[in-house]
């Protein structure tokens, strides 16, 4: 492997490792704290490897009681390595051979791995620029519980796994169910070799080769490169050496380790939050959820609330004056409302009634529709996590929305043009009218004191006093007439700007409330989805 390919190699791996990463962050609090934990051990795992040498290339050989492991071992070594230690137990903790280049303590003790020998050269099996480290492993089905932690443990660790399988036991359920199935990703740096097969007659070996492989390829492993060796005869070992060699010198084992083991863990997070992508918030059901909060927060109270204000205060205003005093017995909506306080409105609150069952059940959902609706498509965990986010305002939401309801401008003080206009012309009209009652009432005082009464000015036939109350009263009823027609439309008017401004205040609680969480909870769901794919590119 080329230095350039090699930089590539683990850059693409540095990124895989960085999307893994994001993808457990993206999914804490989502998917269970089981498999995240797993995924942050294999984490942690390529993290501690790859701070070590990356001049070695770690070896195990992994087998059964009975498999000529420790043999085959030796015989790849050719030395007696594998009982080099004076007290050792036949394959009861590992031991390591080592060869090539110096550096191997940091990771000979990573892995734990007490017993090592530092082995004579094998010509061609490795340079003093290449490290290759060989374990001999305690046997997968030991009966001792240690021996199988053990096992377990370097399974995760090694770089290179060597299965030596013999004729008698290589279909066994416990090696392929326990080890072999669930490593399918890491095929690339996985090594079946068929030992003692000279223990077989010649006819049989090429049958026995192919059950195993079928065996395998069901397994996932179809690419696996299955060797046959016989440690006894020497039959097959330089090839399991060559292998084993080849790995070493290209440089490529912990890489591809490593990113089987990204590609493993992103297909455990994968079968554990499911596949599907949230539908996310469309503008239709952000518009059906601000509608119905409105309505449950009682904004149409409060636009009818402005429209009847309205109308009381310009009949107040421009009514006529002879019965406008009237209307001030009349209570202001608004203000029965607190909805014409000047207090500030972080303190000020309306005197709408309180959300009570119905409207809580109606306000409980529409968030629960819209959560629904965002959520739709996504795996149940993700779905479970959008309506949460939708419903952690819950508690909050009805004060918000009164205050939202309070601190919006209703122009519910504000004058029309109109009024100035109306109320002048009516006093004028009332001036007109008792102008022409008072010259009347003097007309009729001197008749009564028996004084001459001056001829009274004629219009048409009519007496002007006559005209003028007659014209005062007429226009004064007119204008107020006019004046319910003319409150009416700006009523409306004030009603819809009042609406347009609710609405648009409810829109926003709705959105920092409820709809920013659920937009959040969909980008998590889909910057883990993007994540993963990154993850499990190969």
Request: aromatic share 6%; no cysteine; charged share 20%.
């Amino acid at each position: 492997m080329s230095r350039h390919s090699g930089a590539r190699e683990f850059s693409s791996l540095d990124r895989r490792l960085q999307a893994l990463h994001d993808a457990v962050d993206a999914a804490a609090g989502v998917l269970p704290e089981p498999p995240l934990q797993a995924v942050l051990e294999v984490l942690a795992r390529a993290s501690s490897r790859r701070s070590l040498s990356a001049d070695h290339t770690v070896v195990g050989f992994f087998g059964a009681t009975g498999s000529g492991k420790s043999s085959l071992f030796n015989a790849v070594s050719d030395a007696d390595i594998a009982m080099t230690a004076a007290r050792r137990p036949t394959t009861s903790e590992p031991l390591a051979g080592v060869w090539g280049a110096d550096g191997s303590g940091p990771i000979l003790d990573w892995l734990d791995v007490g017993q090592r020998h530092r082995a004579d050269p094998v010509e061609g099996f490795a340079d003093e620029s290449t490290g290759l480290i060989l374990l001999d492993l305690p046997d997968f089905d030991s009966t001792r519980e240690a021996n199988r932690a053990v096992v377990q443990r370097m399974v995760g660790l090694v770089d290179v796994l060597v299965w030596v399988l013999d004729p008698q036991k290589y279909a066994d359920a416990a090696v392929h169910q326990g080890f072999l199935a669930p490593l399918a990703a890491h095929g690339a740096v996985t090594l079946v070799v068929l030992n003692q097969v000279d223990r077989l007659p010649s006819p049989d070996v090429a049958p026995v080769l192919e059950s195993l492989r079928g065996i395998l390829s069901g397994e996932g492993l179809g690419a696996v490169r299955v060797l046959a060796a016989s440690a006894v005869t020497g039959q097959g070992v330089d090839a399991v050496r060559t292998a084993i060699r080849t790995a070493a010198v290209q440089r490529r084992a912990q890489g591809q380790r490593l990113a089987a083991d990204v590609a493993r863990a992103a297909e455990e997070l994968a079968a554990v939050s499911g596949s599907g992508r949230a539908a996310g918030v469309q503008p239709a059901s952000r518009k059906q959820l601000a509608a119905e909060l409105a309505a449950a927060a009682n904004v149409p109270v409060v636009v009818r609330a402005v429209a009847r204000s309205y109308r009381l205060e310009a009949t107040r205003r421009t009514g006529w004056p002879v019965t406008r005093w009237l209307a001030r017995f009349r209570p202001d909506p608004l203000r029965r409302l607190n909805l014409r306080s000047s207090a500030p409105a972080e303190v000020n609150r309306t005197s709408l009634p309180p959300a009570g069952a119905p409207e809580q059940a109606r306000t409980d959902a529409a968030v629960r529709a819209f959560a629904d609706a965002a959520g739709a498509g996504a795996p149940g965990p993700w779905r479970a996590a959008i309506r949460a986010a939708a419903r952690e305002a819950r508690d909050r939401l009805p004060d918000a929305l009164d205050q939202a309801i309070a601190g919006t401008d209703l122009a519910a003080n504000k004058r029309s043009w109109w009024w100035g206009v109306f109320n002048v012309v009516q006093w004028l009209a009332l001036l007109t009218a008792a102008a022409g009652l008072g010259w009347l009432a003097v007309l009729a005082g001197l008749g009564y004191l028996q004084l001459p009464v001056p001829e009274v000015p004629r219009v048409e036939g009519w007496p002007v006093p006559t005209v003028l109350i007659g014209l005062g009263v007429v226009l004064g009823i007119l204008l107020a007439l006019a004046g319910r027609f003319l409150a009416a439309g700006a009523a409306a008017a004030r009603a819809a700007t009042a609406r347009r401004r609710l609405h648009m205040a409810v829109a926003a609680v709705a959105q920092e409330q409820v709809v920013g969480p659920v937009e959040r909870a969909v980008d998590r769901s889909a910057a883990f989805a993007v994540a993963l794919k990154k993850a499990s590119a190969r």
